[in-house]
Nanobody
Framework: QVQLVESGGGLVQAGDSLRLSCAVSSRTFGTYAMSWFRQAPGKEREFVAAIAWTATVTSYADSVKGRFAISRNNAKNTVYLQMNSLKPEDTAVYSC????????????????????WGQGTQVTVSS
C-alpha cells in the first residue's frame, strides 16, 4: 500500500510563490523517482517536474523551467515543488507521483511510467 498526500496549494496572485509538498507513506521498501504533474480545467494532465532518487537528476517542462524547483528529502519521504513567479496559466490541480525503480538516476517525464498518484492539490493564480 502506497499513499501520497499533497499539501501547500492555494489561491495566490500573479508573481507570488507557493511551495507544494508530497509525503509518501508506504510499506514497500525501495527507491523511487518522484514527479509533479498538473491538470487545468478542460485540458489533459501535463508533466511539470521530476526528480530521481539521488536528487542529482531533475527534469522540468519548458513552461516552468527557471521558475519552479523540485527537491526531495528521502529521510522524510517527501518531495517538494517550489513555484516562483506564478502566472495565471499555472492554475491547475497539481498531483505528485511515484515510480519505484532500482535506477537511482532515472526520472521519467511520462505519466504512464508512474504507478502511484496523490489526490492532487489546487493551485489558483489570479491576474
Amino acid at each position: 500500500q502506497v499513499q501520497l498526500v499533497e499539501s501547500g496549494g492555494g489561491l495566490v496572485q500573479a508573481g507570488d510563490s507557493l511551495r507544494l509538498s508530497c509525503a509518501v507513506s508506504s510499506r514497500t521498501f525501495g527507491t523511487y523517482a518522484m514527479s509533479w504533474f498538473r491538470q487545468a480545467p478542460g485540458k489533459e494532465r501535463e508533466f511539470v517536474a521530476a526528480i530521481a532518487w539521488t536528487a542529482t537528476v531533475t527534469s522540468y517542462a519548458d513552461s516552468v523551467k527557471g521558475r519552479f524547483a523540485i527537491s526531495r528529502n528521502n529521510a522524510k519521504n517527501t518531495v517538494y515543488l517550489q513555484m516562483n513567479s506564478l502566472k495565471p496559466e499555472d492554475t491547475a490541480v497539481y498531483s505528485c507521483a511515484v515510480l519505484y525503480t532500482g535506477n537511482f538516476y532515472y526520472a521519467p517525464r511520462t505519466e504512464e511510467e508512474y504507478g502511484y498518484w496523490g489526490q492532487g492539490t489546487q493551485v489558483t493564480v489570479s491576474s
